[in-house]
């Protein structure tokens, strides 16, 4: 079984920067791809961006390309997401989810991951 947990949200202002964290158990957590997602209300939840088991390789979704990151540190059992230039259309609730079975690449879907975080709340204001 594997528990996630996010935490870092908040409210910041349009331009502001947040760190999102995401603290995973599980002996294998080396081994899972990991994504953030949002759901904004009303809203599908969307992919944010994501990162390989390796570390090696990241992807994002075209509204924060450039302005999110993600990072790993697969000793400390965490990710994290780096949000900067933040917008009011980056409110949303945030989740943090590991796919444990894939190995190569990784998925830009909400079904393609196994287990999910509670999710923590990010509002932008203008």
């Known amino acids: 079984q594997v528990q996630l947990v996010e935490s870092g949200g908040g409210l910041v202002q349009a331009g502001g920067s947040l760190r999102l964290s995401c603290a995973a158990s599980?002996?294998?957590?080396?081994?899972?791809?990991m994504g953030w997602f949002r759901q904004a209300p009303g809203k599908e939840r969307e992919f944010v961006g994501g990162?390989?088991?390796?570390?090696?390789?990241?992807s994002y979704a075209d509204s924060v390309k450039g302005r999110f990151t993600i990072s790993r540190d697969s000793v400390k059992k965490m990710v994290y997401l780096q949000m900067n230039s933040l917008k009011p259309e980056d409110t949303a609730v945030y989740y943090c989810?590991?796919?444990?079975?894939?190995?190569?690449?990784?998925?830009?879907?909400?079904?393609?991951?196994?287990?999910w975080g509670q999710g923590t709340q990010v509002t932008v204001s203008s």
């Open positions: 989810a590991a796919d444990p079975a894939r190995k190569l690449g990784l998925g830009i879907h909400a079904y393609e991951y196994t287990y």
């Open positions: 990162i390989t088991w390796s570390g090696g390789s990241t």
């Open positions: 599980g002996r294998t957590f080396s081994t899972y791809v």
